[in-house]
């Protein structure tokens, strides 16, 4: 952060689950086979009340069983302003950082996936669910008391959220009352006025000096760049003064 860098893009993408050369990448990374026949790709990703895995038609079970039949959190963030969300445990609290949250909270143990999708769209009735990242990329939100707006949604919603605890026998969810907010602070050295992309130049080349780097994107004096669509690319990185290097 703060040094003239250079990525350079070669052309190469592979699919980063099967691995094989592809000219067009989807949905951040994969080849269009891999987007119809993985279950990670399928819409109940970004959509969990809409999972299918207990009617038999998963399209991959074991990987539902490992990634999805087990323990969400529903959350609480300040990214761009409040917003509700759902993650598994093991991505604590990597997916608040990943998401450029400035603070975030746990409000809710889930059984499973499905079910925190359930829950998420009752609160999604109250709460945006998304993130807008144009505005996050501009500065930091204004402080929110992420604790008082818990209350405040749980007053709301208590009479869906008991008959959603009562169709699933008493174990839906579990309140988490002891959790703490968590804040995050970013790498940026100066946030741009106004937010247009960067990219690479017909030699596939992006330079510029990096002013910052926050959640999935990178911060340069030219625009910003989304890392995490160009996952599967072959990049070369070179800060000035360096070798370059080769990353995938």
């Known amino acids: 952060v703060g040094k003239e860098i250079a990525l350079s893009f070669n052309g190469?993408?592979?699919?980063?689950?099967?691995?094989?050369?592809?000219?067009?990448?989807?949905?951040?990374?994969y080849c269009f086979p891999c987007t119809q026949s993985l279950a990670q790709c399928d819409i109940c990703i970004v959509r969990p009340e809409l999972c299918h895995h207990r009617h038999g038609t998963c399209r991959e079970p074991e990987w539902g069983e490992a990634h999805c039949m087990q323990s969400h959190y529903v959350y609480l963030a300040n990214a761009s302003g409040l917003k509700v969300g759902i993650t598994r445990g093991s991505n604590i609290p990597y997916r608040w950082i990943d998401q450029g949250a400035a603070e975030a909270l746990p409000i809710l143990e889930v059984k499973d996936r499905y079910v925190s999708g359930l829950v998420e769209v009752l609160f999604k009735k109250q709460v945006a669910d998304k993130t807008n990242w144009r505005?996050?990329?501009?500065?930091?939100?204004?402080?929110?008391?992420?604790?008082?707006?818990?209350?405040?949604?749980?007053?709301?919603?208590?009479?869906?959220l008991e008959q959603l605890q009562s169709q699933f026998a008493g174990k839906a969810f579990t309140l988490l009352p002891e959790a703490k907010v968590l804040q995050f602070r970013y790498p940026v050295l100066e946030y741009p006025s106004t937010i247009k992309k960067a990219d690479f130049n017909e030699q596939g080349v992006l330079s510029a000096k990096l002013l910052g780097i926050k959640g999935q994107y990178l911060l340069f004096d030219c625009g910003v760049i989304n890392v995490r669509n160009l996952a599967g690319h072959q990049l070369g990185l070179s800060?000035?003064?360096t070798e370059l290097r080769t990353l995938e």
């Open 135 to 160: 505005k996050m990329l501009q500065g930091e939100p204004a402080a929110i008391d992420l604790i008082a707006v818990r209350e405040q949604l749980f007053g709301q919603l208590n009479a869906e």
């Open 12 to 29: 190469i993408i592979h699919c980063v689950a099967c691995n094989r050369p592809i000219k067009k990448s989807f949905q951040q990374g």
């Open 239 to 241: 800060v000035k003064g």
